[in-house]
């Protein structure tokens, strides 16, 4: 059996995250800024009691992550995750594997870490890893952006600090009313801005503490859950003591088990899967999208390959 390396692991994270641009954090990922970027830890951790994520966010940022505290996250925590964003963006070949771990929790591609990663497939995943590697999604990502990002970090790195700063300073004042309050507290070095800057803070922490408790209300009195009818979901309301099964959420709702036959068309015109499956015993079902696996919301439907096809859906009957 071929053995699933590191490599592998790095370029199953880089296909989540152009997945994960098109989803529920599309904000954050479509342009992964430092600032976009620290927002999403935020999210990613502020219900997070997986141990080997905690430890991943403890080595990348040599603090531990607390949501009951606040955090010094400053400049340095900024440029750390510009690492991250370099990886994203295909703008180095050769990360550190702390910014790989942390890039693999921020698109929450599972199982991970890597030594979850490595261990759990079984060999029609790694068939799939294998077919992946030959493909161009999968090809290394150079461009003139890494030509770019080598001189800044390299000859040039005094010349282009204030540019960093200035733009790490931008990203910070666009995105401060985003962060969730009591986690993650942006620090300015320097005593610049005296009372006016002072005013303008709090101000700005008034204004989104206001529509936090907005936020949170109109959640508390969110009723729609959804309910897995056997082929697709159905919206229904919480129970009186406001518990649900799986809670609604649009991304996933037009999900549907489809029955799969001789006419179907599997791949679009540049090759890419129209059709999602999860491997039941010796069976496979299909489905019409990505999504968490209606019956065991900790498993994810994959994209079909020809090798999956050939091997569970060569018989498939025609249709009517």
């Known amino acids: 059996m071929p053995t699933i390396t590191f490599e592998d692991y790095k370029k199953a994270i880089k296909a989540k995250y152009e997945e994960e641009k098109n989803g529920e954090y599309s904000n954050n990922l479509n342009s992964p800024t430092s600032a976009n970027l620290r927002n999403l830890c935020v999210k990613r951790f502020d219900s997070n009691n997986d141990k080997d994520d905690l430890i991943t966010f403890k080595s990348f940022f040599d603090f531990p992550f607390d949501k009951d505290k606040k955090n010094q996250f400053g400049d340095d925590e900024l440029n750390k995750l510009e690492a991250v964003k370099r990886f994203f963006l295909g703008r180095t070949e050769n990360p550190a594997e702390d910014t790989i771990q942390l890039a693999a929790i921020l698109v929450d591609?599972?199982?991970?870490?890597?030594?979850?990663?490595?261990?759990?497939?079984?060999?029609?995943?790694?068939?799939?890893?294998?077919?992946?590697?030959?493909?161009?999604?999968?090809?290394?990502?150079i461009s003139s952006l890494t030509l770019i990002d080598e001189?800044?970090?390299?000859?040039?790195?005094?010349?282009?600090?204030?540019?960093?700063?200035?733009?790490?300073?931008?990203?910070?004042?666009?995105?401060?009313?985003?962060?969730?309050?009591?986690?993650?507290?942006?620090?300015?070095?320097?005593?610049?801005?005296g009372i006016n800057s002072g005013l303008k803070r709090s101000l700005i922490i008034a204004a989104?503490?206001?529509?936090?408790t907005l936020i949170v209300y109109l959640n508390m009195s969110q009723k729609d859950c959804m309910q897995w009818m056997g082929d697709h979901y159905e919206k229904i309301e919480r129970s009186d003591d406001g518990y649900c099964n799986t809670y609604y959420d649009a991304r996933y709702f037009d999900l549907k088990k489809i029955e799969v036959c001789n006419t179907t068309e599997f791949f679009d015109d540049s090759g890419r899967a129209k059709v999602w499956y999860?491997?039941?015993?010796?069976?496979?079902?299909?489905?019409?999208?990505?999504?968490?696996?209606?019956?065991?919301?900790?498993?994810?439907?994959?994209?079909?390959?020809?090798?999956?096809?050939?091997?569970?859906?060569?018989?498939?009957?025609?249709?009517?």
């Not at 261990?119 to 990502?141: G, M, V």
């Not at 299909?286 to 096809?309: D, G, V």
Request: proline content about 7%.
């Open 278 to 320: 999860i491997k039941i015993g010796n069976s496979v079902e299909c489905y019409n999208q990505f999504a968490p696996y209606p019956e065991n919301t900790q498993r994810f439907l994959k994209p079909i390959t020809q090798h999956i096809i050939d091997r569970y859906l060569s018989n498939r009957p025609k249709c009517n």
């Open 208 to 212: 989104f503490l206001l529509g936090l």
């Open 151 to 193: 001189v800044e970090t390299g000859n040039f790195h005094d010349s282009k600090n204030k540019e960093v700063e200035q733009e790490v300073e931008q990203e910070e004042n666009q995105d401060l009313e985003k962060i969730p309050a009591g986690i993650f507290t942006p620090i300015k070095k320097g005593g610049e801005g």
């Open 109 to 141: 591609l599972r199982p991970r870490p890597f030594k979850e990663f490595q261990k759990q497939l079984d060999p029609d995943e790694i068939k799939l890893i294998e077919e992946l590697r030959d493909t161009k999604h999968y090809k290394n990502e």
